[in-house]
T-cell receptor, first 115, second 115 residues
């Protein structure tokens, strides 16, 4: 079965400093991995996805993530945090067994950005 | 930009009552999903729907739940007799295709409170 572990429930950074949100996955197959973001009172928005092409994936708003098979990780990074980045971030793996889209979510990491 | 819309944004209902949560998926999408997030817990898959029938459902999706696409635009989730533990945020999603790596577009969610 697929699963993801988000190692931090909360991450606090200062505006302008780097962001690192950690995610490790467990998968018996070549996984598809995603990062979604949820701002207050908004839906889940896709930041980026990995689907076995380039291991370094660039997403929206300056975020990127690197797929490392040897470490079973898919950490999300951004060089410089902005106040508007404060939100909940979810690492997600797609279950290939079903043939239909069934996403398995991590528990989420709340990013706090201080001035 | 096309988006998935959900109504209502917040619903309060008495235990034992029936509720219908409504969703309008993106117009050219063919695959539809419901997920839920109990407060403080993971986002969980409930059901996927394609070609007017359920494709897959989780163990959470018991006989109290049903889904329907009553017309060409709406996709509904019905809970027949609500329980306190049904209180959660319910997310509708849709996708154009299926399979690993497909991007699912999520609505902003309906917060269901059962009292």
């Amino acid at each position: 079965a697929q699963s993801v572990t988000q190692l931090d429930s909360h991450v606090s950074v200062s505006e302008g400093t780097p962001v690192l949100l950690r995610c490790n996955y467990s998968s018996s197959y070549s996984p598809s991995l995603f990062w979604y973001v949820q701002h207050p009172n908004k839906g889940l928005q896709l930041l980026l996805k990995y689907t076995s092409a380039a291991t370094l994936v660039k997403g929206i708003n300056g975020f990127e993530a690197e797929f490392k098979k040897s470490e079973t990780s898919f950490h999300l990074t951004k060089p410089s945090a902005h106040m508007s980045d404060a939100a909940e971030y979810f690492c997600v793996v797609s279950d290939p067994n079903t043939g239909f889209q069934k996403l398995v979510f991590g528990t989420g990491t709340r990013l706090l950005v201080s001035p | 930009e096309p988006e998935v819309t959900q109504t209502p944004s917040h619903q309060v209902t008495q235990m034992g009552q029936e509720v219908i949560l409504r969703c309008v998926p993106i117009s050219n999408h063919l695959y539809f999903y419901w997920y839920r997030q109990i407060l403080g817990q993971k986002v969980e898959f409930l059901v996927s729907f394609y070609n007017n029938e359920i494709s897959e459902k989780s163990e959470i999706f018991d006989d109290q739940f049903s889904v329907e696409r009553p017309d060409g635009s709406n996709f509904t989730l019905k809970i027949r007799s609500t329980k306190l533990e049904d209180s959660a945020m319910y997310f509708c999603a849709s996708s154009e295709t299926t399979g690993s790596g497909t991007e699912a577009f999520f609505g902003q969610g309906t917060r269901l409170t059962v009292v």
